[in-house]
């Protein structure tokens, strides 16, 4: 819980061996936008050309090196990795003690990486800003599931001109006017929020359901399982945010079984079947697998039904042996189970491509899923059969009143502690 | 020039057909934090879920269209472009008549393709915030060249809940933060500009020469030539910005010629020739052709030598055939320059990777480019050649010399301008 403070506190993060220039300039910035500001040296090879309130070889020292260990490393990347390593321990300890109200990093690659793996050890919420010239390209590595706001610096961070002193007075500008928003509303009442994971193949089945849940009293947070939705979805469930997650979208346990590009590592689904949270499974989007442009398909797909998405993504009919496999996957993780979990089978189609009169529609394919994961899953989770396709509405009907069972039921951990706000 | 305002005015972009609940609670928030708002619809599809201030409607008919015209293509691509058109109008305008200082959108796929299409139509330092869903992936398409924060919403933009009123609160903040900083100091001297193009295999040129330039009172903003870097130095010099030009990497250009990664297009180099700016060209970094990953490379480049710079990127050195196609696309160039040009060409290698002991050090290719050159450039071009490495600080000291020569010259139009700023 933050108290209220006068002047909210900024760190900045970058090398001050070779933007010390730079970032004596932003935190003047910085308190001319009336904040507090706390400068922190990452750099490692040379020696700070301005002051820093916390010095690099603190940092080497958290990470149970030395600068000069690091600079024996003779090698720059190995000795950056390092540097990182003490740099998230600073900034998570101010975080943790409520010493900082946002953090912002300027430079090029290393600063990049080194502001950037910092950021995302701090949780959804916390302001995290960027200035970097590594913006306008694959920022999935720096970025990946955070609410980091990159800033493309356009030109070089070398040297202060009318260019770089614009880009970085508005950037002090912007982490200014962040923290001002960063505090959350804890003390008036937040609903109960139910994580949901889509695509836009299953986004009809959310639309339908929606309205019902939210007059029932509870809050959606919706996440596109693109790889790094699943992560972000994951990574809110293990920061204890959602009391319940219902999954439209699985594709991406199809994409990490069979190298697809939505892959969001092996521990998809599991935080909340471990954290017993109540959640429902519904098998969207299994009837794929997404890959990359047309020209790259592997040849084991070449004579499979694909739907070509655009120019950089293609997918793929999954094929009943793929289905099989998956259901054991399924399987395992639902024995991981600890809350009340139901799995919700929608007989006549999986997504948009896979309904009557798509290329994907393909019924028989479906039911060996459906079959498979009838016979392997464990007992105690409920399991129903619902001969809709998953964006019919009256499957939607059957995701609330499942929901409502499951959150109301006496085993649901989240009724025990919350039953006072379940309206519904 | 700006006039001082009490209260900045934003713009939103977005489709609110989708995104009308998400864009009044952003409009709430702008407000709360200080700054008046106009809200801009780019919807198609549907009717508008909370009012605008500039209606679909009128973004259409100055695509010299209609909604129900776009509505009838049947295809939400092709109308969304035409959409794309209107909405880059309508916002220039607002922004030639000094009605906006910020501009902020929010949304998906299509509604960053909106967004940000319509920011790229808008100058440097001009405050552009994209809250998106596809900030963790290419940004390119979106960022392109320009000054835009790209915001990773993490959760989709659909709906209120604390995750998106969390997002769009600390947008409307930093929003509100940056349009504080807008107004560029043009009361105030502001020194004349250098553009100067690198990469950091020529980055100790520019170190030895700046502080000798910063001194006869020029400001410098370096650009990285990665494809990028160089389509921002030109569109800076198409918008006025700097006075002179110092180009210490080309190999933007054989990457255009040779189908290399960091290709700026076929105009590279030639705004700044066209206007009549003092120029210096040299050929630094045209030792190499930079290619993707070490297993994509083209086999005609295998047997070069290579150098891996990391996973993503390798460059090949350019061969004696390509140096003499290169220093023909050069002198065809420099035949469009009306100011004073110079041409420094360093005789003991072009970058890191050509320097003695590296693998691509071959002066006899080198030798190849000079004797070209110096044969095909048009008359009036200074050309000087230089016995030393490029990034040798002998060689920065005839950039310096150069410099002033072509900058003090009676046939330099900056100074018939701006004579009394030099005062070097």
Request: net charge positive; glycine share 10%.
């Amino acid at each position: 819980m933050k108290k209220t403070k006068a002047k909210p506190n900024v760190a900045i993060l970058a090398t001050l061996d070779t933007k010390g220039s730079e970032v004596a300039f932003l935190r003047e910035r910085l308190r001319d936008a009336g904040v507090n500001v706390l400068v922190i040296d990452g750099g490692i090879l040379g020696s700070a050309t301005s002051r820093a309130d916390v010095p690099a070889g603190f940092l080497a020292r958290k990470a149970g090196s030395s600068l000069a260990a690091l600079r024996r490393l003779g090698h720059e990347g190995k000795a950056m990795g390092i540097m990182m390593q003490g740099a998230v321990k600073v900034i998570r300890d101010l975080y943790d003690r409520e010493k900082i109200d946002g953090l912002i990093g300027l430079g090029g690659s290393m600063g990049t990486s080194l502001g950037t793996s910092t950021m995302r050890a701090l949780p959804f919420g916390f302001p995290k800003l960027m200035v970097s010239t590594m913006a306008s390209r694959d920022t999935r590595p720096f970025v990946g599931s955070k609410d980091i706001l990159m800033y493309h610096s356009v030109v070089d961070l070398v040297g202060l001109n009318r260019m770089t002193r614009q880009v970085l007075s508005q950037a002090a500008g912007a982490m200014a006017g962040m923290v001002r928003f960063t505090h959350r509303p804890r003390t008036s009442f937040l609903p109960p929020l139910i994580a949901v994971s889509t695509l836009g193949t299953t986004e009809a089945c959310i639309r339908h359901f929606r309205a019902d849940l939210e007059k029932s009293g509870w809050e959606l947070a919706v996440f596109h399982t693109v790889g790094s939705g699943g992560q972000a979805l994951e990574e809110l469930v293990e920061e204890g945010e959602p009391q319940a997650v219902i999954e439209t979208s699985l594709h991406e346990l199809v994409d990490h079984l069979f190298k697809g590009s939505y892959d969001a590592g092996a521990h998809r689904l599991e935080g909340a079947l471990l954290k017993g949270l109540p959640m429902i499974l519904i098998p969207g989007n299994i009837d794929f697998i997404v890959t990359g442009p047309p020209e790259t398909l592997p040849p084991r797909y070449k004579n499979r039904p694909i739907h070509v998405h655009n120019a950089a993504i293609c997918v793929v009919r999954t094929n009943a042996q793929e289905m099989k496999r998956l259901a054991r996957v399924v399987a395992d993780k639902l024995r991981l189970a600890t809350g009340p979990t139901a799995l919700l089978l929608p007989s006549k189609g999986f997504s948009v491509f896979d309904s009557p009169g798509k290329s994907f529609f393909d019924l028989s394919i479906d039911r060996v899923f459906i079959e498979a994961i009838k016979k392997s899953a464990p007992s105690g989770i409920r399991i129903k059969e619902v001969p809709a396709h998953i964006n019919d509405p009256r499957f939607a009907e059957e995701v609330v009143r499942t929901f409502r069972e499951i959150t109301w039921s006496p085993f649901s951990k989240v009724l025990n502690k919350k039953r006072g706000t379940l309206a519904g």
